[in-house]
């Protein structure tokens, strides 16, 4: 039975490379892309040995002193995971379920009105929100929020009211980070289900309006079931990065910011002040380890949940 099993397999190899030779013209087409996930995905996974170290520049990547999981108890002892992982979790949870959801309102409504003319027009207005640099919308928040000339606290003065210091009051940035970062999407991810909405026969509308339904009916019965497969799979793709934040959000629009720190730092902004800020390799490297590994068990657990749940909806 051994040496069967050593015989197919030996077969199976020796059918690769004529296979090869064969599709030489498709594996060309395919190369741009290995070698693109060769240099900058598994490449640099030779950087995970950092995380287990006291980095040391002068001592080099493989001198550096050995500290095995140091780094990830004091991580973890100090409290600052368990705010970053807070911060980041609770934010990409608002970002992808609410962010979702105005993009499915957005899209049945523009779906829904008559005007072509109109859809089209306030659909590229829409999405060009999409195209804006972070940097951009960092200058325009500014605009809006410091306590100097910022256009709020000028009307405040404007109606004798006291001003107010964005920039100095924690509890004030959730809300902001949160509708920036809803504002950028919406167009895109409307554009995602539209195209999921005009995909829809009209033949099971009109049957709708036989059967005398309203408008409210019609969405609730034939336009929610029908994207709903297009909504989990998103939800389950975003899944993926829920611990990988908007670091440009983030940056751009609190920057180094030590006050708000407690409600607006995530695991990527932290990382990028161990590298460049405070030079500590090792402590940037494993909070980023921590957050590659926990965010692939819950992509594997969520879609096993899924597969549980209905097998045609899971990724894999």
């Known amino acids: 039975m051994k040496q069967k099993d050593?015989?197919?397999?030996?077969?199976?190899?020796?059918?690769?490379?004529?296979?090869?030779?064969?599709?030489?013209?498709?594996?060309?087409?395919?190369?741009?892309?290995?070698?693109?996930?060769?240099?900058?995905?598994?490449v640099p996974m030779v950087g995970i040995w950092m995380a287990f170290t006291?980095?040391?520049?002068?001592?080099?990547?493989?001198k550096s002193p050995f500290v095995g999981l140091k780094?990830?108890?004091?991580?973890?002892?100090?409290?600052?995971?368990?705010?970053?992982?807070?911060?980041?979790?609770?934010?990409?949870?608002?970002?992808?379920?609410?962010?979702?959801?105005?993009?499915?309102?957005?899209?049945v409504f523009l779906s829904d009105l008559k005007n072509k003319r109109f859809v089209k027009i306030s659909q590229n207005i829409i999405f060009l929100s999409y195209f804006i640099s972070w940097v951009l919308v960092g200058l325009f928040a500014y605009a809006l929020f410091n306590v100097d000339n910022g256009v709020i606290n000028?009307?405040?003065?404007s109606w004798g009211l006291q001003e107010y210091n964005f920039y100095l009051e924690p509890k004030a940035w959730p809300p902001i980070i949160i509708f920036f970062q809803i504002w950028k999407g919406l167009g895109y991810g409307s554009v995602i289900y539209l195209s999921?909405?005009?995909?829809?026969?009209?033949?099971?509308?009109e049957s709708a309006r036989i059967d005398g339904a309203?408008?409210?009916?019609?969405?609730?019965?034939?336009?929610?079931?029908?994207?709903?497969p297009t909504f989990i799979l998103l939800i389950m793709f975003n899944l993926g990065s829920i611990l990988k934040g908007q670091f440009q959000l983030f940056y751009q629009l609190v920057g180094n910011n030590g006050i708000l720190f407690n409600v607006t730092d995530i695991i990527d902004t932290y990382v990028y002040?161990?590298?460049?800020?405070?030079f500590d390799i090792g402590m940037g490297s494993a909070a980023g380890l921590f957050q590659s590994v926990f965010?692939?068990?819950?992509v594997l657990s969520v879609n096993a949940i899924v597969r549980r749940v209905s097998e045609d909806l899971a990724l894999f």
Request: glycine share 4%.
């Open 196 to 205: 999921v909405i005009s995909g829809i026969e009209q033949e099971i509308y």
């Open 71 to 107: 780094n990830f108890e004091y991580l973890f002892k100090s409290g600052i995971l368990a705010r970053l992982l807070r911060n980041t979790v609770l934010y990409n949870l608002a970002f992808l379920i609410g962010g979702n959801l105005a993009q499915v309102v957005c899209a």
């Open 154 to 157: 000028s009307w405040l003065r």
């Open 214 to 228: 309203s408008k409210w009916q019609q969405v609730m019965h034939v336009t929610l079931p029908m994207i709903k």
């Open 273 to 278: 002040r161990s590298l460049t800020v405070n």
């Open 54 to 62: 006291r980095f040391n520049f002068r001592l080099g990547f493989f």
């Open 6 to 42: 050593c015989t197919e397999e030996l077969a199976k190899v020796s059918c690769l490379f004529p296979r090869f030779a064969r599709n030489k013209v498709l594996w060309l087409m395919l190369s741009p892309t290995l070698i693109y996930f060769l240099v900058f995905a598994y």
């Open 295 to 298: 965010g692939c068990i819950l």
